[in-house]
């Protein structure tokens, strides 16, 4: 599991899982329904993406993500 702490490690694990798979990201946009300018920023961690259009490219990779509470 990977705690993600901001935008880049996000991008960073998409990216990571993209290759890992071979897929390319005209590929992938395409199959996430999201355009290659979107994708190429995601993956570089632009921090204004948007949340809907993400979730959708980590659903495609098949990355889960959880949400945890911090303990008190």
């Known amino acids: 599991m990977t705690t993600i702490l901001n935008?880049?490690?996000l991008g960073e694990v998409?990216?990571?899982e993209r290759k890992r798979q071979?897929?390319?990201q005209s590929d992938l946009a395409?199959?996430?329904g999201v355009g290659v300018r979107f994708?190429?920023?995601l993956e570089h961690g632009k921090?204004?993406?948007q949340l809907g259009r993400t979730l959708?490219?980590?659903q495609t990779l098949g990355i889960s993500v959880d949400?945890?509470?911090r303990e008190q």
């Open 7 to 9: 935008a880049e490690m």
């Open 14 to 16: 998409i990216r990571r």
């Open 22 to 24: 071979k897929v390319t």
């Open 30 to 32: 395409a199959l996430a």
């Open 39 to 41: 994708l190429r920023e």
């Open 47 to 49: 921090s204004s993406c």
């Open 56 to 58: 959708e490219v980590l």
């Open 67 to 69: 949400a945890n509470t």
